[in-house]
């Protein structure tokens, strides 16, 4: 599975100014509502079970990023969204250390195998120290897509 497949362009958020856990994933929901890649009906329950699922246990799986994600019954596609905090955002993460990049998924609940497969391709980009490196010097929304063209080319050593 490809990022690009997967991460709504218009939900990408170079400079996310969420200084909170639950503001940053209100912040990425928002940006898929907005993007029209979400019913924005459902608003309040993704963002719930998004933080109920960060309160079973975080996210945040060390070196500056964090993958909320939820399934859920009422999405037919999987949809992502890609938050850059050059603060830093105190996510709970596993290192203890603040989380710079964030990519939130939203999947269907019927689809397990497709949430296993979108989560592989974003912990195997994010595992990769450049990956991160690029993406945290990413500016503007042209810069992440680039960034994310050639990790899905593989440009990048994956």
Same mark, same amino acid.
């Given at each position: 599975?490809?990022?690009?497949?997967?991460?709504?362009?218009?939900?990408?958020?170079?400079?996310?100014?969420?200084?909170?856990?639950?503001?940053?994933?209100?912040?990425?929901?928002?940006?898929?509502?907005?993007?029209?890649?979400?019913?924005?009906?459902?608003?309040?329950?993704? %963002?719930?079970? *998004? /933080?109920?699922r &960060?309160?079973?246990?975080?996210?945040?799986?060390?070196h500056?990023? =964090? !993958?909320?994600?939820?399934?859920?019954?009422?999405?037919?596609?999987?949809?992502?969204?890609?938050?850059?905090?050059?603060?830093?955002?105190?996510?709970?993460?596993?290192?203890?250390?603040?989380?710079?990049? %964030?990519?939130? *998924? /939203?999947?269907? &609940?019927?689809?397990?195998?497709?949430?296993?497969?979108?989560?592989? =391709? !974003?912990?195997?980009?994010?595992?990769?120290?450049?990956?991160?490196?690029?993406?945290?010097?990413?500016?503007?929304?042209?810069?992440v897509?680039?960034?994310?063209?050639?990790?899905?080319?593989?440009?990048?050593?994956?």
């Amino acid at each position: 599975m490809k990022l690009l497949d997967i991460v709504v362009k218009d939900a990408i958020d170079p400079q996310l100014a969420a200084t909170s856990r639950d503001e940053a994933i209100t912040m990425l929901v928002d940006r898929l509502i907005e993007a029209k890649a979400v019913d924005p009906g459902h608003r309040d329950e993704f %963002i719930s079970a *998004i /933080i109920k699922r &960060e309160r079973r246990g975080s996210t945040g799986f060390g070196h500056g990023v =964090a !993958v909320p994600h939820v399934k859920h019954p009422e999405i037919e596609k999987l949809v992502a969204a890609v938050g850059v905090s050059h603060d830093g955002i105190d996510f709970n993460s596993l290192d203890g250390n603040p989380v710079h990049s %964030i990519f939130l *998924i /939203i999947s269907p &609940e019927q689809k397990p195998e497709e949430h296993l497969e979108a989560m592989e =391709a !974003v912990f195997s980009n994010l595992s990769q120290d450049t990956f991160r490196s690029f993406l945290l010097q990413a500016t503007t929304v042209d810069h992440v897509t680039s960034l994310l063209e050639e990790a899905d080319s593989s440009t990048l050593g994956n």
